[in-house]
Each structure stands twice: as C-alpha cells, then as structure tokens.
C-alpha cells in the first residue's frame, strides 16, 4: 500500500493535496525522532551488513546482482549446448570419451520378431565371416557371428546385441594382445 493510499485510508477522502503528503512525511519524521527511530544495521540473508531505513527479507542488491548474473550465465551456457547438439552439464565430455565404434561393414540386425504373450522383442545380430575372416585369419570357419538377444523394446534389444558384440570383440582383443605387443583398436574395427 502506497503512502498516498494510507493517508487516504486515515482520512477516509479521496482527495489529497500535496500539503497533506508534505505534512504526514513530517509528522513521521518527528515521531521516529521522538522515539529515537535511526536507520538499523542489519545483516542480510547472503551475510552483507549494511545501514536501512526499512528492513526487506532479500538479501543485498550486490548479491541479487550477482545472482542473476550467474543465472544468465548458466542460460547463455544451456542454450549453447542445445544448439551445438551437446548436453547438458559436464557429462558429455565423458560419453565423448568413451565414444563406440561401429559394426563392422555389413552387419545386419535381423529377425526382430514381437512376441505378445511376453510383452518382448527377439532377434539377431549377425556379423559377416568375411570381416571375421579377414580380422581373424586364425579363426577357421565360413559362418557369420550371430547374436540373438531378447529385450521389451526394439532399440533395447538393439543395445543387448550391440553389447554382446562389443563383450565378444573384448574377449577377442585379449586374446589378440596375449599374441602380439604391438597392437591398435583400429586393427580389429
């Protein structure tokens, strides 16, 4: 409720002059002398000190200032993420870190069959023998590698083939490095 508003409310009028407002200020001034009113230190919420006529529940305008600027930072950062397709928080650098290959040329994922009765997906993941021929000259057999795995969504059963994929290349790698000193990733993707 403003100033004006209150002496309204006092005198119950509508009309104030501008003597009327000048003489409430003075009367108000003259009973906060009288009753030894002086400005109040007071500490606010973020810890600042400060002199006030009136005490208000935020904490200082440095500290809002600084607040917001911190928010606005935070903003700027999050659009810019969303635009360069990253996201959010620090996260990315790793999931960049741990990126996968791919399949090699020529998988396929096929017979992903739907089975109502246990709300569930099955198929295969097949990888062709030729890649495996020339990857692992030692392994003698002219079948593809095939991976059958079962999951309640597509892309989730997509990811456990993938993954057993990945479990069979790791074991493979072992073998591999037992063999030779001198090995990269890139000589089995």
């Not at 000048?22 to 400005?39: F, I, L, T, V, Y």
């Not at 007071?42 to 006030?52: A, E, H, L, R």
């Amino acid at each position: 409720m403003s100033m004006l508003d209150r002496i309204r409310q006092k005198q119950g009028n509508t009309q104030i002059n501008p003597e009327q407002i000048q003489a409430h200020s003075e009367h108000k001034a003259k009973a906060r002398k009288s009753k030894g009113d002086s400005p109040t230190t007071i500490t606010f919420s973020c810890g600042c000190v400060k002199q006030v006529a009136h005490i208000i529940a935020k904490a200082c305008g440095a500290c809002r200032e600084k607040e917001r600027q911190e928010k606005n930072k935070a903003a700027k950062q999050k659009t810019e993420n969303k635009q360069s397709g990253l996201p959010h928080g620090e996260s990315w650098k790793k999931k960049a870190s741990q990126r996968l290959s791919r399949l090699p040329h020529g998988s396929e994922f096929s017979n992903l069959i739907y089975h109502k009765s246990t709300k569930s997906w099955t198929g295969n993941l097949i990888i062709p023998a030729e890649w495996l021929k020339e990857k692992f000259p030692d392994e003698n057999s002219d079948d593809p590698l095939v991976f059958t795995a079962s999951a309640e969504a597509v892309f989730k059963l997509m990811n456990a083939l993938d993954s057993h994929w990945r479990v069979w290349l790791e074991e493979k790698r072992g073998q591999k490095l037992g063999e030779e000193e001198n090995y990269s990733d890139q000589e089995l993707i």
